[in-house]
């Protein structure tokens, strides 16, 4: 009785495995703390429980919302191939990102694609954001507020245009979550504790910032 049982839940676990394609965000996790991830990401959050120094202390952005930030297929490849997001070093306005970030292969790559994507926060509403380039969140942008003086994203000549102090946003459209980049200018307190991207709680309306997010995500790459 007791074989049969445990063949019977082993064919289940199989079939289970297999149907999600895969997914195995517990050897993930593993080598996630072997290669050293962990030395210079949080995957613990969420942010307002760490002081200023215990974010500090670290060399990268927080992961512990990574599955809520990132979509996917962008965070699978950016593993293997981490081309440099940050103009400018991690936390640093004067020195330019090194592009040194340790790469991952074939499955190390892919399950810790699975275990990053199960890190999620229940701070991020899912189906509120919807890309589109839309007039108004294109004139808070790149008018009414400064977000392009810090941000670099894909001009109307196709050219890189926009500062450099920030995450370039160029194709942020395939790399960021919409929902989350609402719920990242909605609820800074969660998401930035280290004040380097500034606050628009107050100065942007939620429907303002919902335009916005929807512009942002609407960063793709341009056709051909
Ligand atoms: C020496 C410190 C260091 C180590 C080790 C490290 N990272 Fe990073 N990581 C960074 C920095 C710095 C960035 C920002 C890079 C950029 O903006 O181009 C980053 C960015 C990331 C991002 C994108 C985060 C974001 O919000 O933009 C992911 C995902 C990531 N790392 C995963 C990993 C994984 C998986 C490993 C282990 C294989 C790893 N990192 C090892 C420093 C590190
Ligand atoms: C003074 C410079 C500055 C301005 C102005 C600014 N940002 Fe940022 N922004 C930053 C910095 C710095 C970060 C992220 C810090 C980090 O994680 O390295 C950031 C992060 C972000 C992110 C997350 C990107 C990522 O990959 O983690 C988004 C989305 C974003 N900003 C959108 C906006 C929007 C929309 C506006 C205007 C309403 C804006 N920013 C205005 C500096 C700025």
């Not at 760490?50 to 500090?56: F, G, M, P």
Request: net charge positive; aromatic share 8%.
């Amino acid at each position: 009785m007791k074989n049969i049982l445990t063949v019977a839940l082993s064919v289940v676990f199989l079939a289970s495995a297999t149907s999600s394609s895969s997914a195995d965000p517990a050897a993930g996790k593993t080598v996630f703390g072997a290669k050293g991830c962990a030395d210079c990401h949080y995957t613990d959050g969420p942010a307002k429980e760490k002081t200023i120094d215990d974010q500090l202390a670290k060399k990268g952005p927080e992961l512990w919302y990574a599955g809520s930030k990132f979509q996917k297929a962008w965070l699978a490849k950016w593993l293997t191939d981490p081309k440099p997001i940050r103009p400018q070093k991690f936390n640093s306005l004067t020195e330019e990102n090194p592009a040194d970030h340790p790469k991952l292969a074939g499955a190390d790559a892919g399950s810790v694609t699975d275990y990053l994507m199960s890190l999620t926060s229940a701070d991020v509403a899912s189906g509120k954001v919807k890309p589109k380039n839309n007039p108004k969140g294109r004139q808070i942008f790149t008018k009414k507020m400064p977000c392009s003086g810090c941000h670099q994203y894909t001009g109307r000549k196709k050219n890189i245009v926009g500062g450099r102090s920030g995450p370039s946003l160029v194709e942020a459209g395939v790399r960021l979550n919409p929902d989350w980049i609402l719920a990242y200018l909605q609820k800074p307190k969660v998401f930035k504790p280290v004040k380097m991207m500034p606050v628009f709680v107050g100065l942007l309306s939620d429907k303002d910032m919902t335009n916005v997010a929807r512009y942002v995500a609407n960063f793709k790459p341009k056709k051909k």
